[in-house]
């Protein structure tokens, strides 16, 4: 009977062994299912980082556990540290506050980064075992997480190196997490800023052409980001009628009227240039109404924005005419911009609009000069941009402006409408371009017809 109970304790024992490391097995197992909810659930990543020592030291059978990061230029920062026995804890804390306090205010950070550890066992000294792994977000180094034992049985197993690399890893993919959806509120908060940038825009730029004695009009701003860089616009002479927005409305006082037709493009893309070609909207609007002649529009409206252009390192090109309809003469000024096209019905012949003068705020004191055309009926403007001539196929070809010169006359050849005009100009570009390749640049076209005497 003897025999029996001794063969039976080993037996008993070695069960027992089993089922404690069955449980061991359960209780890990536990810990970590706890920490991928976590790592699902929670939305603030502080939470997170709070359970991070506390599952370390569980799963490693550690007495605490510290997690250390890396802050931009290489500053440390104690996030977390778990222990239970509080005269550790404040030893710990103690000398990782030390080690962080000499690392911030040193140059040779990386240096010290690299021995870390070395500096943390020194000041704990023998006392205090010291284990640790790396954080590694998009493979780089971003902290450290530590566990610490005063067990001096205490081995630190390849088991238990594993789990507190999957602490670790799990770890990463919080920060990581975190900081994509950092970037993707940012990202969410920039592209409402350029929808409400996008609709300003437009609703800057004229909503329909004005009614102008013995002239038809067509125009089109197609932009290649939400917000562009080119700017047209029709302004009346006539003080009350522009107070009263007049180019929305087709009341005959407005249409008798000169009437200023102005395009331009601000150097750049997106939001800055946006904001210039506001900027000069404005300005030139004031200038208008002081009734210059068109190069002293250009000349005041230079040296007002001169500043701020250098400021911004940007420029614009503006060609500015002014109509009336009383005489269908149309008088003009340029400022770099490419020269609108004149189609005139009686020769079927093509020359340019053009003057000499200067990007705007390139020189505070550029001169520019005055010019004059009388239009007869049937003749025909375009103004645009460069988006136009410098639009790019799939091969990488231009569309330049022998191509734009010759697709403009077969289009007035073709068509009297300066809708239809436009409509086949920006077709032809399209074609051109080819379907699934996009302009990068704006395109901004303005088509006046000069209408019969009848």
């Not at 009263?244 to 006082?253: G, I």
């Amino acid at each position: 009977m003897r025999g029996l109970n001794n063969e039976a304790t080993p037996v008993f024992a070695l069960k027992e062994l089993v089922a404690s490391l069955y449980r061991e097995q359960n209780k890990i197992q536990n810990l970590l299912s706890s920490l991928g909810f976590a790592l699902r659930s929670f939305n603030n990543l502080n939470q997170f980082l709070e359970l991070t020592p506390l599952m370390a030291a569980r799963v490693t059978d550690a007495d605490g556990s510290a997690l250390i990061l890396y802050k931009t230029k290489g500053q440390l920062s104690l996030e977390q540290l778990h222990c239970q026995d509080h005269q550790i804890a404040q030893e710990i804390r103690q000398a990782i506050a030390r080690i962080i306090g000499q690392t911030n205010t040193q140059e040779d950070t990386p240096d010290l980064l690299s021995s870390l550890d070395e500096q943390i066992r020194h000041l704990l000294g023998t006392k205090i075992r010291l284990y640790s792994t790396p954080i590694l977000v998009k493979n780089g180094e971003r902290g450290r997480l530590y566990v610490f034992s005063t067990d001096p049985e205490y081995i630190w197993t390849q088991t238990r190196r594993k789990l507190l690399q999957l602490i670790a890893d799990q770890t990463a993919v919080a920060i990581a997490n975190n900081e994509l959806t950092v970037e993707l509120r940012s990202k969410e908060r920039q592209d409402r800023e350029l929808e409400i940038a996008s609709e300003i825009q437009l609703r800057l730029l004229p909503r329909q052409c004005p009614t102008i004695k013995g002239v038809e009009l067509a125009a089109r701003c197609q932009t290649a980001n939400r917000v562009g860089g080119d700017y047209y616009d029709f302004i009346p002479t006539n003080y009350d009628q522009l107070r009263q927005e007049s180019p929305n409305k087709a009341d005959e006082p407005a249409a008798c009227v000169p009437w200023s037709i102005v395009i331009g493009d601000v150097m750049g893309k997106g939001v800055p240039a946006g904001l210039i070609m506001t900027m000069t909207r404005g300005m030139l609007r004031a200038e208008v109404l002081n009734r210059h002649s068109p190069a002293k529009i250009l000349q005041h409206l230079n040296r007002v924005m001169y500043a701020d252009l250098d400021n911004s390192h940007r420029f614009v090109t503006l060609f500015y005419s002014e109509y009336d309809p009383q005489t269908a003469c149309l008088s003009f000024s340029n400022a770099a911009h490419n020269p609108p096209l004149l189609w005139q019905a009686a020769t079927q012949t093509i020359q340019k609009l053009d003057t000499d003068g200067m990007l705007i705020g390139l020189d505070p004191d550029s001169q520019y000069e005055d010019a004059q055309i009388q239009l007869a009926s049937g003749d025909i403007i375009i103004y645009y941009t460069d988006g136009l001539t410098d639009a790019v196929n799939q091969q990488g070809g231009r569309f330049d402006e022998e191509n734009l010169v010759q697709t403009f006359q077969d289009g007035c050849q073709q068509y009297e409408n300066p809708q239809e005009i436009l409509d086949y100009l920006f077709k032809k570009i399209e074609h051109f371009i080819g379907s699934g390749h996009n302009n990068n640049d704006d395109m901004t076209l303005v088509v006046m017809r000069i209408k019969s005497s009848e």
